[in-house]
């Protein structure tokens, strides 16, 4: 991929049918920051099989043509106001060969799906995409796919913390990119009034998009929840609260992104000494 570009978003592509909204935010936040985007695929393999014999070009050759043109259709829809190219990984481990592309590209952002489906409990999002949250070094958008009639108006529900920040700066650039709306929504349990301090904050980071901000008093997860419905997206940061598993992305985020029926957003920055440091060097470069 070029060299030109200082920011590269990388989108992860399983179903076909997510591929148009995921490429959509990769672009919308590519374009914002003058970047481009890296559509990912992962052929798997088994652990233990012939294919260990090959080398993955072959293995892509072989036996990669129909997802090597789905992947190819991915990148030519979304072709238009950034650069695009597409790239099919050969690996047993679908994590692992993310996790290792993101650091191969130097990418800033990694986006994936989440599709809703019955799991056991201690696993939060899906097994792949919990791996994938905890280990990826750059920041992760997980995205619940819902209808795909345009933007109008994005809610932000606004917290403390790196991830709340990226969440803000997410909503921005979608909300650049489609002329919409930005609700910044803060819900507290009582009429604390330091609450509002971190509005303008949050507003300063939306702008130059449209912004709206609103205290309210009530239940986190219930009044966002509510809320929700009443906009086309829904962008947040994870939180510490919660179980000890539930820690990756918290339980206000997991519980919002399973109960709305619009799309979710839940933004995680990689936090820790090693993450801060390898993004100083990369602003630095």
């Known amino acids: ?38 559509v990912l695929s992962v ?7 012939p294919f260990s014999l090959f080398t993955d070009d072959v293995i892509i050759r072989e036996f990669g043509g129909e997802q090597q ?18 790239q099919l990984l050969v690996s047993y481990d679908i994590v692992r060969a993310l996790t290792d592309a993101v650091v191969e590209f130097d990418c800033d952002t990694l986006i994936i799906g989440w ?16 791996r994938i949250v905890a280990r990826t070094p750059c920041d992760v958008l997980v995205e619940k796919i819902g209808p795909a009639d345009g933007v109008d108006s994005i809610l932000v529900p606004v917290a403390e913390g790196p991830h709340a920040k990226l969440a803000a700066d ?8 489609n002329d919409a709306r930005v ?5 507290v349990h009582d009429g604390n009034i330091e609450a509002e301090g971190l509005i ?9 998009a449209e912004v709206w901000t609103e205290v309210r008093t009530g239940n986190v997860t219930e009044t966002v929840v509510d809320e929700a419905s009443e906009h086309d997206i829904t962008v947040l940061g994870s939180t510490r609260r919660g179980m000890l598993r539930r820690q990756l992305v918290g339980t206000v985020p997991q519980a ?7 799309a979710v957003i839940i933004a995680r920055r990689p936090v820790g000494i090693r993450p801060r440091l390898n993004r100083l060097i990369r602003e630095a470069l």
């Open 115 to 130: 599709h809703e489906r019955e799991r056991p409990s201690e696993i939060v999002l899906g097994s792949n995409a919990d």
């Open 183 to 187: 609700h910044l929504l803060r819900v």
């Open 170 to 177: 997410v909503a921005r650039a979608i909300a650049l990119t």
């Open 256 to 262: 919002v992104g399973r109960r709305s029926e619009t």
């Open 43 to 49: 052929l798997v393999t088994e652990r233990d099989s």
């Open 200 to 208: 303008p904050e949050m507003a300063d980071r939306v702008e130059p």
């Open 69 to 86: 043109e789905i992947l190819d259709r991915v990148v030519e829809t979304a072709k238009g106001t950034v650069p695009v190219r597409g």
């Open 1 to 38: 991929m070029g060299e030109s570009s200082d920011y590269r978003v990388a989108v992860a592509i399983a179903d076909p049918a997510h591929a148009p909204q995921l490429t959509r935010t990769a672009v919308d936040i590519a374009r914002e920051r003058d970047g481009d985007v890296l």
